[in-house]
């Protein structure tokens, strides 16, 4: 069912159901009424924080904090780590994966390669055709991405005030949503189907350096806004030509709800789907390596008959958010990957 019908069964007041519908559409490309968003909902309170059932939470020092710890958890049972070190290609011989081969050149040979990218980047761009059954090939095409979100990150001179609770108090330190009806939800969905980014966004919005002060100096902050709908399609024009218009819509919509975030700010970060593609790779942008739509979720991720971490080359394993569970700072799909790597070597 849809988020909206979901929160319907649970909750009478608007403004309450509006913010919970969002956790419905993040990553994807649906609006909150669209079926199967109720899903993408209970998707965001898997988990737990220290015992906390549905917890969210702070990494200290950034969300890298969280990959430098699992890092050195790894060294310091024996892992070598190399940064900076792009793959350009994964070596096949007879249907057996062998190594990979470094940008500029350098091979590396191994048991097992283990790809934490998404299937359009591993079979496509690092394999190709040849090496693939076509009925796979024809599954990793149809793999939906449609990246929906932009980011805009602000550093601040100082705190916002929100109009609705004036004052710098406990308020600022959660999460702060400009969600204010499953109308104005959905509405910025319909732009966003059209080809358009929305003009009133939704925004999730915090202010990491009130829980870390070590992510600013002294007095300053930083406001960082996850924001839908950005499609990564635009009907008209080209992310290069919209970036700033979409940063300025951003900007205005919060000004609306915090007066003084103009007269705060001293720069500004903005993110397309097309820029989140170019820096890290995720194809389309898609935050989670693709939607968390039915057809692709559980038995079906990223593709019926392969759901469990392994790919028709042998030795060659999926582990990253494009496998089930999917998307999210948790762990699990890599975890699971790992076991099953682990079988498969006998050990
Ligand atoms: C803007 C944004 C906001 C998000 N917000 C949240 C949130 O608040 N909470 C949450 O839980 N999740 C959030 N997510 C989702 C979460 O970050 C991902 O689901 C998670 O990081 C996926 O982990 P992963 O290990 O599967 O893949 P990734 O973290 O994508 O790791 C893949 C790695 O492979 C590297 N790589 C790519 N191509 C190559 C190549 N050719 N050679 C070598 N290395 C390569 C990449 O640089 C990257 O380091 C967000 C994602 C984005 C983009």
Redesign the pocket.
């Known amino acids: 069912m849809s988020a909206a019908d979901f929160l319907d069964q649970w909750f009478e007041t608007d403004v309450l159901k509006a913010t919970m519908s969002a956790s419905g559409i993040?990553?994807t490309f649906l609006g909150v009424r669209s079926p199967g968003t109720a899903y993408v909902l209970l998707h965001?309170y898997m988990g737990e924080i220290d015992g906390a059932f549905r917890a969210?939470g702070f990494s200290r020092g950034g969300?890298g904090a969280i990959?430098n710890a699992i890092a050195a958890a790894a060294r310091e049972a024996g892992a070598e780590i190399r940064?900076q070190?792009?793959?350009?290609r994964i070596l096949v011989q007879n249907g057996r994966a062998i190594g990979?081969v470094?940008?500029g050149g350098e091979e590396i040979r191994a048991e097992v390669v283990s790809s934490?990218?998404?299937p359009r980047?591993t079979f496509e761009?690092?394999i190709g055709e040849r090496e693939l059954p076509g009925d796979f090939m024809e599954e990793v095409r149809r793999y939906k991405y449609r990246g929906s979100?932009?980011?805009v990150n602000l550093a601040l001179d100082g705190l916002p005030e929100f109009a609705a609770i004036p004052g710098t108090g406990r308020h600022l330190r959660g999460a702060i949503s400009v969600s204010p009806a499953v109308d104005y939800m959905e509405r910025a969905y319909d732009q966003a189907k059209y080809g358009e980014f929305s003009r009133r966004p939704y925004i999730?919005m915090v202010i990491p350096t009130l829980t870390d002060p070590s992510l600013a100096p002294p007095g300053k902050h930083v406001l960082s806004c996850?924001v839908q709908y950005a499609p990564y399609n635009l009907k008209e024009g080209t992310w290069d030509d919209k970036r700033d218009e979409f940063g300025d819509t951003v900007v205005d919509t919060i000004a609306e709800y915090a007066p003084n975030i103009r007269s705060l700010i001293i720069g500004r970060q903005v993110?397309t789907p097309l820029d989140?593609e170019r820096?890290?790779?995720?194809s389309e942008?898609?935050?989670?390596?693709g939607e968390l739509s039915l057809e692709q979720l559980f038995f079906l991720r990223p593709m019926a008959g392969w759901a469990r971490y392994r790919t028709p080359i042998r030795r060659l394993y999926l582990?990253?958010?494009?496998?089930h569970p999917?998307?999210?700072?948790?762990?699990a799909?890599?975890r699971l990957a790992a076991l099953e790597i682990l079988k498969d070597i006998g050990k």
């Open positions: 993040i990553g965001h969210w969300t990959s940064t070190a792009g793959v350009e990979v470094l940008e934490s990218i998404d980047m761009k690092m979100s932009g980011k999730d996850f993110l989140i820096s890290v790779g995720l942008g898609n935050i989670f390596q582990s990253g958010s494009a496998t999917g998307g999210g700072i948790m762990g799909p890599g």
